[in-house]
């Protein structure tokens, strides 16, 4: 994870859903928290402000009416 921030990047995914009770997530946010009180890591405030930019401005839409949208249906459809 720190090696693809020190690279640039705004963002690293991680899946949500990982092994062991989620314990790779909490492994990784105690490993960039440690690294950022040691001084190893700095946010840039580049980097932050273009995530920041990326955050949706309106509140997310019901979930109930968009699983009964044809785009939606026509997605699950799909999905062997």
Same mark, same amino acid.
């Given at each position: 994870?720190?090696?693809?921030?020190? /690279?640039? %990047?705004?963002?690293?995914?991680? %899946?949500?859903? $990982?092994?062991?009770?989620? $314990?790779?997530?909490?492994?990784?946010?105690?490993?960039? @928290?440690?690294?950022?009180? $040691?001084? +190893?890591?700095?946010? =840039?405030? @580049? $980097?932050?402000? =273009? +995530?920041?930019?990326?955050?949706?401005?309106?509140? @997310?839409?019901?979930?109930?009416?968009?699983? +009964?949208?044809?785009?939606?249906? =026509?997605?699950? /459809?799909?999905?062997?």
């Amino acid at each position: 994870m720190l090696a693809a921030l020190d /690279a640039g %990047c705004d963002l690293a995914l991680l %899946c949500n859903q $990982s092994l062991g009770n989620g $314990s790779v997530i909490d492994d990784t946010i105690d490993g960039l @928290a440690q690294a950022q009180l $040691s001084g +190893r890591w700095q946010a =840039r405030p @580049a $980097s932050e402000a =273009r +995530r920041l930019a990326l955050l949706h401005a309106a509140p @997310a839409a019901d979930w109930g009416p968009l699983m +009964r949208t044809p785009d939606y249906l =026509r997605a699950l /459809a799909l999905i062997p």
